[in-house]
Protein backbone atom coordinates (compact mmCIF):
# COMPACT_ATOMS: atom_id res chain seq x y z
CA UNK A 1 0.00 0.00 0.00
CA UNK A 2 1.41 3.39 -0.58
CA UNK A 3 0.56 5.82 2.18
CA UNK A 4 1.74 8.77 0.22
CA UNK A 5 -1.69 8.43 -1.29
CA UNK A 6 -3.49 8.40 1.57
CA UNK A 7 -5.65 10.76 3.45
CA UNK A 8 -5.61 10.47 7.10
CA UNK A 9 -9.52 9.66 7.15
CA UNK A 10 -8.42 6.42 5.56
CA UNK A 11 -5.33 5.83 7.70
CA UNK A 12 -7.55 6.12 11.01
CA UNK A 13 -10.12 3.23 9.22
CA UNK A 14 -7.43 1.25 8.72
CA UNK A 15 -6.02 1.92 12.17
CA UNK A 16 -9.04 0.49 13.87
CA UNK A 17 -9.45 -2.70 11.90
CA UNK A 18 -5.51 -3.59 12.88
CA UNK A 19 -7.44 -4.90 16.25
CA UNK A 20 -8.21 -8.16 13.93
CA UNK A 21 -5.56 -10.76 13.19
CA UNK A 22 -6.77 -11.32 9.22
CA UNK A 23 -6.18 -7.58 8.92
CA UNK A 24 -2.48 -7.18 10.34
CA UNK A 25 -1.88 -10.78 8.61
CA UNK A 26 -2.97 -8.97 4.60
CA UNK A 27 -1.51 -5.53 5.35
CA UNK A 28 0.93 -6.34 7.37
CA UNK A 29 1.00 -3.59 9.90
CA UNK A 30 1.05 -3.28 13.22
CA UNK A 31 -0.73 -0.51 15.68
CA UNK A 32 1.93 1.22 18.15
CA UNK A 33 0.34 3.21 20.95
CA UNK A 34 2.01 5.74 22.99
CA UNK A 35 5.80 7.15 22.98
CA UNK A 36 7.75 4.39 23.96
CA UNK A 37 6.80 2.10 21.42
CA UNK A 38 6.27 4.62 18.19
CA UNK A 39 10.17 5.65 19.22
CA UNK A 40 10.87 1.72 19.80
CA UNK A 41 9.85 1.22 16.15
CA UNK A 42 12.01 4.08 14.67
CA UNK A 43 15.17 3.61 16.53
CA UNK A 44 15.16 0.28 15.19
CA UNK A 45 14.34 1.00 11.69
CA UNK A 46 10.93 -0.40 11.17
CA UNK A 47 9.25 1.19 8.37
CA UNK A 48 6.52 3.47 9.79
CA UNK A 49 3.45 3.82 7.37
CA UNK A 50 2.29 6.91 9.29
CA UNK A 51 1.66 9.09 12.86
CA UNK A 52 -1.04 10.53 14.16
CA UNK A 53 -0.80 13.17 17.28
CA UNK A 54 -3.97 14.56 19.17
CA UNK A 55 -4.40 18.27 19.49
CA UNK A 56 -3.32 18.03 23.31
CA UNK A 57 0.32 16.23 22.08
CA UNK A 58 3.14 18.09 22.87
CA UNK A 59 5.80 17.54 19.96
CA UNK A 60 8.88 18.95 22.20
CA UNK A 61 8.16 15.22 24.13
CA UNK A 62 9.26 12.72 20.82
CA UNK A 63 12.39 15.16 19.01
CA UNK A 64 12.94 12.24 16.83
CA UNK A 65 9.56 12.94 14.70
CA UNK A 66 11.62 15.74 13.33
CA UNK A 67 13.55 13.18 11.72
CA UNK A 68 10.70 11.21 9.96
CA UNK A 69 11.82 10.57 6.33
CA UNK A 70 9.39 12.81 4.13
CA UNK A 71 7.34 9.90 2.62
CA UNK A 72 5.92 9.19 5.95
CA UNK A 73 2.49 11.28 6.76
CA UNK A 74 2.62 12.98 10.32
CA UNK A 75 -1.07 14.25 11.14
CA UNK A 76 -2.36 16.71 13.71
CA UNK A 77 -6.01 15.66 14.69
CA UNK A 78 -8.81 16.72 17.24
CA UNK A 79 -8.59 15.17 20.68
CA UNK A 80 -12.13 13.36 20.49
CA UNK A 81 -11.33 11.95 17.02
CA UNK A 82 -7.80 10.55 18.69
CA UNK A 83 -9.70 9.22 21.65
CA UNK A 84 -12.24 7.56 19.45
CA UNK A 85 -9.20 5.78 17.33
CA UNK A 86 -6.65 4.64 20.14
CA UNK A 87 -7.06 1.34 21.96
CA UNK A 88 -5.28 2.36 25.46
CA UNK A 89 -7.30 3.26 28.34
CA UNK A 90 -5.33 6.36 28.83
CA UNK A 91 -3.85 7.20 25.38
CA UNK A 92 -0.66 9.58 25.25
CA UNK A 93 -1.96 11.31 22.16
CA UNK A 94 0.72 9.39 19.73
CA UNK A 95 -0.16 6.30 17.91
CA UNK A 96 1.64 4.88 14.31
CA UNK A 97 1.33 1.84 12.29
CA UNK A 98 4.60 0.46 11.40
CA UNK A 99 5.49 -3.10 9.00
CA UNK A 100 6.11 -5.78 11.14
CA UNK A 101 9.69 -7.20 10.42
CA UNK A 102 10.12 -10.52 8.46
CA UNK A 103 12.17 -13.37 9.51
CA UNK A 104 12.96 -17.18 8.66
CA UNK A 105 13.27 -20.02 11.24
CA UNK A 106 17.22 -19.43 10.79
CA UNK A 107 17.16 -16.10 12.05
CA UNK A 108 16.35 -16.68 15.92
CA UNK A 109 19.51 -18.52 16.07
CA UNK A 110 21.78 -15.32 16.53
CA UNK A 111 22.74 -15.33 19.87
CA UNK A 112 26.02 -17.26 20.59
CA UNK A 113 25.66 -19.53 21.88
CA UNK A 114 21.80 -20.14 21.25
CA UNK A 115 19.00 -19.03 23.68
CA UNK A 116 16.61 -19.64 22.18
CA UNK A 117 12.35 -18.90 23.54
CA UNK A 118 9.90 -21.63 21.64
CA UNK A 119 6.05 -20.91 22.59
CA UNK A 120 3.38 -23.34 23.10
CA UNK A 121 -0.09 -22.30 22.90
CA UNK A 122 0.11 -19.04 25.00
CA UNK A 123 -2.79 -18.00 24.69
CA UNK A 124 -3.01 -14.75 26.38
CA UNK A 125 -1.58 -11.85 24.19
CA UNK A 126 -0.14 -9.86 27.70
CA UNK A 127 1.89 -13.07 28.56
CA UNK A 128 3.13 -13.39 24.94
CA UNK A 129 4.26 -9.78 25.19
CA UNK A 130 5.95 -9.75 28.19
CA UNK A 131 7.64 -13.27 27.22
CA UNK A 132 9.53 -11.56 24.64
CA UNK A 133 10.42 -8.61 26.21
CA UNK A 134 12.06 -10.60 28.70
CA UNK A 135 13.40 -13.03 25.69
CA UNK A 136 15.01 -9.62 24.23
CA UNK A 137 16.20 -8.36 27.32
CA UNK A 138 17.82 -12.18 28.47
CA UNK A 139 19.81 -11.75 25.28
CA UNK A 140 18.18 -14.40 23.55
CA UNK A 141 18.74 -14.62 19.47
CA UNK A 142 14.63 -15.06 18.95
CA UNK A 143 11.49 -16.84 19.50
CA UNK A 144 9.88 -19.21 17.88
CA UNK A 145 5.83 -19.30 18.61
CA UNK A 146 4.15 -22.99 18.08
CA UNK A 147 0.58 -23.42 16.57
CA UNK A 148 -2.24 -22.38 18.88
CA UNK A 149 -0.25 -19.47 20.29
CA UNK A 150 -1.00 -16.20 20.57
CA UNK A 151 -0.47 -13.66 17.81
CA UNK A 152 2.81 -11.77 18.61
CA UNK A 153 1.00 -8.47 16.47
CA UNK A 154 -1.73 -8.57 18.46
CA UNK A 155 -2.12 -5.22 19.98
CA UNK A 156 -2.28 -6.43 23.63
CA UNK A 157 0.91 -8.20 23.17
CA UNK A 158 2.41 -5.17 21.26
CA UNK A 159 2.07 -3.19 24.49
CA UNK A 160 3.57 -5.66 27.09
CA UNK A 161 6.65 -6.62 24.46
CA UNK A 162 7.03 -3.04 25.08
CA UNK A 163 8.78 -2.98 21.65
CA UNK A 164 10.68 -5.85 21.62
CA UNK A 165 9.17 -7.25 18.34
CA UNK A 166 11.37 -4.70 16.70
CA UNK A 167 14.21 -6.34 18.53
CA UNK A 168 13.69 -9.64 18.66
CA UNK A 169 12.96 -12.14 15.81
CA UNK A 170 10.06 -13.70 16.55
CA UNK A 171 8.94 -16.27 14.02
CA UNK A 172 5.72 -18.71 13.67
CA UNK A 173 6.36 -22.15 13.04
CA UNK A 174 5.59 -26.10 13.67
CA UNK A 175 7.29 -28.65 15.87
CA UNK A 176 7.79 -30.47 12.54
CA UNK A 177 9.55 -27.32 11.37
CA UNK A 178 11.59 -26.78 14.15
CA UNK A 179 13.33 -29.99 15.58
CA UNK A 180 15.42 -30.60 12.53
CA UNK A 181 16.57 -26.77 12.63
CA UNK A 182 17.56 -27.60 16.16
CA UNK A 183 19.31 -31.01 15.49
CA UNK A 184 21.39 -29.20 12.28
CA UNK A 185 22.48 -26.30 14.94
CA UNK A 186 22.89 -29.06 17.62
CA UNK A 187 21.04 -26.96 20.12
CA UNK A 188 19.31 -28.81 22.93
CA UNK A 189 15.40 -28.14 23.28
CA UNK A 190 14.71 -27.99 27.19
CA UNK A 191 10.93 -28.43 28.18
CA UNK A 192 9.93 -26.14 31.49
CA UNK A 193 7.95 -28.82 33.62
CA UNK A 194 6.81 -28.16 36.95
CA UNK A 195 6.90 -32.01 37.45
CA UNK A 196 10.88 -31.88 35.79
CA UNK A 197 13.61 -33.59 38.37
CA UNK A 198 16.22 -31.27 37.42
CA UNK A 199 15.92 -27.63 38.46
CA UNK A 200 16.85 -25.04 36.02
CA UNK A 201 19.12 -23.49 38.77
CA UNK A 202 21.63 -26.36 38.90
CA UNK A 203 21.19 -26.85 35.19
CA UNK A 204 23.81 -26.35 32.25
CA UNK A 205 22.62 -23.37 30.33
CA UNK A 206 25.90 -22.85 29.18
CA UNK A 207 24.70 -25.23 25.84
CA UNK A 208 22.97 -23.73 23.00
CA UNK A 209 19.47 -23.97 24.41
CA UNK A 210 15.85 -23.96 22.75
CA UNK A 211 13.74 -23.20 26.01
CA UNK A 212 9.88 -24.52 25.70
CA UNK A 213 7.65 -22.52 27.81
CA UNK A 214 3.84 -24.01 27.55
CA UNK A 215 0.53 -23.22 28.04
CA UNK A 216 -1.07 -21.35 31.29
CA UNK A 217 -3.47 -23.80 32.07
CA UNK A 218 -2.08 -27.17 30.47
CA UNK A 219 1.78 -26.64 30.17
CA UNK A 220 3.58 -27.96 27.60
CA UNK A 221 2.21 -30.44 24.95
CA UNK A 222 2.89 -34.19 25.13
CA UNK A 223 4.29 -33.96 21.74
CA UNK A 224 7.22 -31.12 22.92
CA UNK A 225 7.55 -33.03 26.18
CA UNK A 226 8.74 -36.05 24.32
CA UNK A 227 10.76 -33.99 21.93
CA UNK A 228 12.43 -32.90 24.80
CA UNK A 229 15.88 -33.61 25.35
CA UNK A 230 16.05 -32.53 28.90
CA UNK A 231 12.88 -30.91 31.59
CA UNK A 232 13.70 -28.42 34.06
CA UNK A 233 11.63 -27.13 36.72
CA UNK A 234 11.57 -23.82 39.23
CA UNK A 235 11.93 -25.06 42.67
CA UNK A 236 9.14 -23.22 44.43
CA UNK A 237 7.94 -23.21 48.35
CA UNK A 238 5.39 -25.75 50.18
CA UNK A 239 1.87 -25.50 49.27
CA UNK A 240 2.89 -23.30 45.46
CA UNK A 241 1.71 -25.02 42.64
CA UNK A 242 2.86 -22.78 39.79
CA UNK A 243 3.81 -19.30 38.27
CA UNK A 244 2.57 -17.45 35.82
CA UNK A 245 3.58 -18.86 32.33
CA UNK A 246 5.94 -15.42 31.87
CA UNK A 247 6.96 -15.40 35.39
CA UNK A 248 8.37 -18.84 34.71
CA UNK A 249 10.12 -17.87 31.37
CA UNK A 250 11.61 -15.36 32.84
CA UNK A 251 13.04 -17.23 35.54
CA UNK A 252 14.76 -19.50 33.55
CA UNK A 253 15.79 -17.05 30.78
CA UNK A 254 17.76 -14.45 33.38
CA UNK A 255 19.27 -17.75 35.13
CA UNK A 256 20.75 -18.93 31.56
CA UNK A 257 21.85 -14.79 31.15
CA UNK A 258 23.63 -15.29 34.58
CA UNK A 259 24.95 -18.46 34.16
CA UNK A 260 26.38 -17.06 30.20
CA UNK A 261 27.92 -13.75 31.83
CA UNK A 262 30.17 -15.95 34.30
Known sequence: MNSGSRTVRSFLRLYRSLDRRKVREETGLLPLEGI??????????????????????????????????PKVPLWRI??????????????QGILAAARRPSYTLADVFTSEPALVLVVDRVQDPG???TMLRSAA?????????????ADAGNPKAGRAAMGAIFRLPVVEASLPELLPELRRRNVQLVAAAANAKDSCHSFDWRRPSAIAIGNEGAGL??????????????????????????????????EAARQRSC
Not at 78 to 89: G, M, N, Q, S, V
Not at 223 to 249: D, F, K, T, Y
Open 78 to 91: EEDIFLRTAKTETP
Open 221 to 254: SAEVLAAANRQVAIPLAAGVESLNAAVAMSVIFF
Open 36 to 69: RLVREAYLCGACLEAVVLSDSFSPQETPFLAELP
Open 137 to 149: AAGAGGAVLLPGT
Open 127 to 129: NLG
